[in-house]
């Protein structure tokens, strides 16, 4: 069964912290690209982060600096902890095993 589950989402003031998990299958997480993207309203869904199956990772420009994604290949689970958040976080946060699967979005909103 694909399955794909994040969790730790909530709201936050800005300046603080969250740490997202996605748990995945293990048939679409193994030896796959995974990633982090989010969509707030009105804009485009965008890559937040990603991470390859070695631990190579890569960042959209916003969040260098400030989020960290890391995977658990053991475990099936892929995190992105999210630290010094600004308003601008504010969105729903997916996550993505390979080249299409979607998990079903965490919300994440920070308060001034």
């Known amino acids: 069964q694909v399955q794909l589950v994040e969790s730790g989402g909530g709201l936050v003031q800005a300046g603080g912290s969250l740490r997202l998990s996605c748990a995945a299958s293990?048939?679409?997480?193994?030896?796959?690209?995974m990633g982090w993207y989010r969509q707030a309203p009105g804009y485009q869904r965008e890559l937040v982060a990603a991470i390859t199956s070695g631990g190579m990772t890569n960042y959209a420009d916003s969040v260098k600096g400030r989020f960290t994604i890391s995977r658990d290949n053991a475990k099936n689970t892929v995190y992105l902890q999210m630290n010094s958040l600004k308003l601008e976080d504010t969105a729903v946060y997916y996550c993505?095993?390979?080249?299409?699967?979607w998990g079903q979005g965490t919300q994440v909103t920070v308060s001034s």
């Open positions: 993505k095993a390979g080249p299409r699967h």
């Open positions: 293990r048939i679409i997480f193994s030896g796959n690209i």
